[in-house]
């Protein structure tokens, strides 16, 4: 009887130790591309084919073909050089917006969730009125006031995104506040910023470093949703929802303007979210109290 | 079972995509030739048009009321754009203030009542009374009728008074009637408004109609401002004709043989408007090689793809004083080199664009996205410009007023209606004239000035066209307004729907030619 739990605890902890295995193979393989994809979109301007915004429309709307693999604008500029500039832009606005939020976010949060009183509750309840507004209606209501612009679009969307990022924070400081080594650390004289990045951050940067991983896929599409509606990207700028806005028209005579842009979102938002779900699985708590892991 | 549950999935999937299509699919209703119904698909009616509701003396309104044949003006344009009697039979010009005009004798309201002298003069009296254009343009003193005769007495010379009257807001409606609170009126035309909303006007015919009987018996009117919205309409079959497809989707249409297009040239043009209170643009030299640079050959063919004429002028060929009746500088890029470094605009930090005493040659362009053309137009300069190194900040807001208002461009795109009663007087005295309404350019010429002077008193059609041609030569020659091209507008019908066709003025749509044989 005992032989067989022993058996089956063994069977158990392998096949978590290669569950664990395959989760380590999939962050790296989903690290490697996003690298890559970073990479790509890093050094467009040196990678493209041809320069992204020479217009020549003696070959507008031209189909994929050999000289130009994702086709021609209206415009006549190559698709696939624009697409890799769109990068550059979408890629980049959308990790400096998640950099931006999160930093503030998390920022505040610690403030909140460490003093507590009537500033925290101000703090919050200024955040909730943010949460209570939709979202996207928001930033498109901030994105028009403000104009367009790439840069306007961010500011626009970091003023909607900012108070998740300080709920978490708080919820997580909170938790830890009381904890032992904190009133250890406390006891001990340390100041309350020593405390609270010392301590306190290390610790909560687990599910913040997952959330914003997760969030980066969500913001470049309401970027490139912004950008779409034309508050964002401003002409001749190449950027994924402002050149899917322009090609809207097109999609049943030159579904290539469209279908290039589109698929690049859909790839990028597809890689960053699948980053996320396993950088969340590989630092999941749960699965860190594992024996195996415990045992590593 | 899990393969199970997962077949399970995908059917539901199906299921539910067949669903969503055929949602999407069209139904095919047979049509009696005695109850035809026509649907008709535009981006042209709407609040943010300025032409919801049929009321001719609000706004933009009368077009409403022309273009769906509710009511009628007293004069009309013909495909040349020159006058011929509608509800008025003809005009005597008594003298350079008073015109005398005889009504037809044959035309009732759509209420059964007959158009009168004095419901004419009834009707025009509210329109100067409540319009805020009309009174400017016509500039009444006022009316008295006689029987079947009106005579207009004119404050000052207004040559245009008749050309003025063929402006939908001249449309003549029924006062005793008066308008409804949903905008509704009674006119003179083919067709009688049933219900009318910001979005929608289902119209009857007029049966009694003073023209003939109409051929179709119901037409709705649908605002459809999305281009692909309305592109996929007309492809499903919801409706049976549009006005204003992205010129993306015109192809669709073109050499297909379900469907006909009716297509003609409008004085809508596309124009750059240079504000002289830049001092970049003060420069002569900049505003020339600003006119050289732009590719209106390109825009008109590959970006417009083919819907429109490149323009010299504000006004189309069709007109005596439009076209090539003015000279323009070509599109010479090389040329425009020169000009500039001749000016003394150089590059001197090797970044492409020109630099002069330290100021470097950047424009801000101003336009607005709600005309898709312009947009366009602002890329390919953009390009264009830059080869001659001039760089062009594109700011294309829908929030343009605000920028207007600031001072806060160098050069504003629009689109404009040139010549919308066939007279070239219109444009320049919102144009080109100290303190016009549109002259965002703050453009003065002593010149132009004293041509246009003139021409407010010239009642001699051939002189009035030289005129206009000077004035035009003298805007392009001081390159205040670059014209880079004229739309041609298309309508898009099933194959069947006759008597439907595109007219310069763009006032006149839907008449009692308008006929469905399936």
């Known amino acids: ?296 | 079972m899990k393969k199970k549950s997962k077949m399970l999935t995908l059917l539901l999937t199906g299921v539910l995509v067949a669903g969503m299509l055929t949602g999407c699919g069209s139904a095919t209703s047979g049509k009696s030739a005695a109850e035809k119904v026509f649907n008709y698909g535009t981006t042209a009616y709407g609040v943010a048009m300025g032409n919801a509701g049929l009321n001719p003396h609000e706004g933009y309104s009368g077009w409403s009321t022309v273009r769906y044949g509710v009511g009628e003006t007293l004069f009309k344009f013909n495909e040349s754009m020159e006058l011929e009697p509608w509800l008025a039979k003809d005009f005597e010009q008594i003298d350079e203030y008073t015109v005398k005009i005889n009504l037809r004798d044959d035309v009732n309201f759509s209420n059964g009542k007959k158009m009168t002298g004095e419901s004419v003069k009834a009707c025009l009296e509210d329109l100067i009374a409540k319009h805020d254009r009309a009174p400017k343009d016509l500039q009444i003193k006022s009316i008295t009728a006689d029987g079947q005769s009106i005579t207009l007495v004119s404050e000052n010379k207004v040559p245009g008074l008749v050309n003025y009257l063929c402006d939908p807001y001249g449309a003549i409606i029924d006062m005793e009637a008066g308008v409804s609170a949903d905008k509704n009126v009674v006119g003179t035309g083919p067709y009688v408004a049933k219900t009318v909303t910001d979005t929608e006007i289902n119209l009857a015919a007029n049966m009694d109609y003073w023209g003939g009987k109409p051929h179709v018996g119901t037409v709705n009117v649908k605002s459809i401002t999305d281009g692909d919205t309305l592109t996929m309409a007309m492809q499903s079959g919801e409706i049976d004709a549009t006005q204003g497809l992205p010129y993306a989707s015109l192809e669709l249409f073109q050499n297909n043989d379900d469907y006909t297009i009716s297509s003609t040239n409008t004085s809508r043009v596309y124009q750059a408007c240079l504000n002289y209170n830049s001092t970049v643009i003060k420069d002569d030299a900049v505003r020339k090689a600003m006119a050289m640079s732009m590719d209106k050959d390109g825009f008109t063919s590959v970006l417009l793809q083919g819907n429109g004429t490149p323009a010299v002028g504000p006004f189309p060929a069709n007109f005596t004083f439009g076209g090539d009746a003015v000279k323009d500088a070509s599109y010479d890029i090389e040329g425009a080199k020169k000009v500039l470094e001749a000016a003394g605009w150089v590059d001197t930090d090797g970044d492409g664009i020109r630099e002069k005493d330290g100021q470097k040659l950047s424009i801000k362009w101003l336009t607005y996205t709600s005309r898709q053309e312009l947009p366009l137009l602002a890329e390919s300069v953009q390009a264009t410009y830059k080869q001659a190194g001039i760089d062009v900040q594109v700011n294309a807001t829908d929030s343009y007023k605000d920028f207007l208002k600031a001072g806060d461009y160098d050069v504003f795109a629009n689109a404009f209606v040139t010549a919308p009663t066939g007279d070239p007087q219109y444009y320049f005295t919102t144009h080109v004239v100290d303190g016009s309404d549109y002259n965002r350019g703050h453009y003065h010429n002593d010149q132009v000035e004293a041509l246009v002077a003139q021409l407010r008193t010239e009642f001699d059609a051939e002189k009035r066209g030289d005129l206009a041609v000077q004035i035009a030569q003298q805007v392009v020659n001081d390159n205040a307004y670059i014209y880079a091209s004229h739309l041609k507008m298309s309508f898009v019908m099933k194959k069947g729907v006759t008597g439907f066709t595109a007219h310069p003025s763009d006032y006149y749509e839907i008449t009692a030619d308008l006929d469905i044989n399936e």
């Open chain 1, 1 to 296: 009887m005992e032989l067989t739990t022993v058996k089956a605890t063994t069977i158990k902890i392998r096949t978590h130790k290669k569950q664990q295995d395959r989760i380590m193979i999939k962050l790296f393989i989903f690290l490697a591309l996003v690298i890559l994809l970073l990479l790509i979109a890093a050094f467009a301007a040196q990678l493209v084919p041809y320069d992204p915004y020479a217009q020549d429309l003696t070959i507008a709307l031209k189909p994929p073909s050999q000289a130009h693999p994702l086709g021609t604008d209206r415009y006549g500029r190559d698709m696939l050089s624009r697409v890799m500039m769109g990068g550059q832009t979408t890629i980049y606005s959308a990790l400096l917006l998640v950099g931006v939020i999160t930093t503030f976010g998390t920022l505040v949060g610690l403030f909140c969730g460490y003093k507590g009183g009537k500033i925290d509750s101000f703090i919050m309840r200024v955040s909730d009125i943010f949460l209570a507004f939709p979202g996207m209606v928001f930033a498109i209501a901030v994105a028009g006031v403000l104009g367009g612009g790439i840069i306007n679009a961010v500011v626009a969307l970091a003023c909607i995104s900012w108070p998740k990022f300080a709920r978490l924070a708080r919820g997580q400081v909170l938790a830890i506040k009381n904890m032992p080594y904190i009133s250890a650390a406390k006891l001990s004289g340390s100041r309350a910023t020593k405390i609270v990045f010392k301590h306190i951050l290390p610790n909560i940067t687990g599910p913040i470093l997952v959330t914003a991983t997760l969030d980066i896929g969500t913001m470049m599409m309401e970027l490139a949703g912004l950008s779409f509606l034309g508050l964002g990207a401003m002409p001749p700028i190449a950027e994924w929802g402002s050149m899917m806005s322009d090609g809207r028209s097109m999609l049943q005579t030159a579904p290539w303007v469209i279908l290039a842009p589109g698929c690049a979102i859909f790839i990028t938002v597809m890689l960053f979210n699948l980053l996320g779900d396993t950088v969340r699985d590989v630092l999941d708590p749960k699965t860190k109290k594992r024996p195996n892991r415990r045992r590593k």
